[in-house]
């Protein structure tokens, strides 16, 4: 089976407020995680990555934070917008197989 | 920024054609991979190629599938005899570092078996 999930399929947001997506591992010996986009009709586009030695990442408008303790990963979106409308993927090293993504949803 | 590209975007094909799916992955990447999304599906890995040889490849990619790299640029993915259920988004993906690095996945070739 897979090792990482998503916890939910679907995420409705509305515009401004902030969106947090959130991903369970079960490899307690992961140590590099990744999140990934997928716009309607492209490719999965990578927006952030995270390695074991830190709990908290930041990037533009997002923030990936680690819990190793309850292997526990999530991506949060500040001030959601129309464009951040798109399904979400978490992955981890070493394992080529995505979840089947959380997709968000932009309330105007 | 570099990118990774895809030819054609859309392919239609009959039953039992052969289809070659073809990808320019970003030049100074090591390691390339072929994706496929059936429609309203997830993500599902194909293969993973290095060093001009198959890393690993899924339950999926059978005898029909082959890749290649022919050149320096160029890495393709082979349909022996398509089959209706091959009808997908096929993406291609290359990374610097393999695992350690992130996947830059092209936009992707439409594949339609009638």
């Known amino acids: 089976g897979e090792s990482v999930g998503l916890h939910l399929p679907t995420l409705s947001v509305q515009e401004g407020d902030n969106s947090i997506i959130n991903c369970a591992y079960s490899n307690s010996a992961s140590d590099y995680f990744i999140w990934y986009k997928q716009e309607s009709g492209k490719g999965p586009q990578f927006i952030i990555d995270?390695?074991?030695?830190?709990d908290k990442r930041q990037g533009q408008r997002v923030t990936v934070l680690l819990n190793k303790t309850v292997k526990h990963l999530s991506l949060q979106i500040a001030a959601t917008q129309p464009g951040d409308s798109a399904v979400y993927f978490c992955?981890?090293?070493?394992?080529?197989?995505f979840g089947a993504g959380t997709t968000v949803t932009v309330r105007a | 920024e570099p990118e990774v590209t895809q030819t054609p975007s859309h392919q239609v094909t009959q039953m039992g054609q052969e289809v070659i799916l073809r990808c320019v992955p970003i030049s100074n990447h090591l390691y390339f991979y072929w994706y496929r999304q059936i429609l309203g599906q997830k993500v599902e890995f194909l293969v993973s190629?290095?060093?001009?040889?198959?890393?690993?490849k899924s339950e999926i990619f059978d005898d029909q599938f082959s890749v290649e790299r022919p050149d320096g640029s160029n890495f393709t993915l082979k349909i022996r005899s398509t089959k209706l259920e091959d009808s997908a988004m096929y993406f291609c993906a290359s990374s610097g570092t393999g695992t350690n690095s992130p996947l830059h996945f092209g936009n992707g070739t439409r594949l339609t078996v009638t």
């Open positions: 190629f290095y060093n001009n040889e198959i890393s690993e």
């Open positions: 992955a981890e090293r070493g394992k080529l197989s």
């Open positions: 995270i390695r074991s030695n830190m």
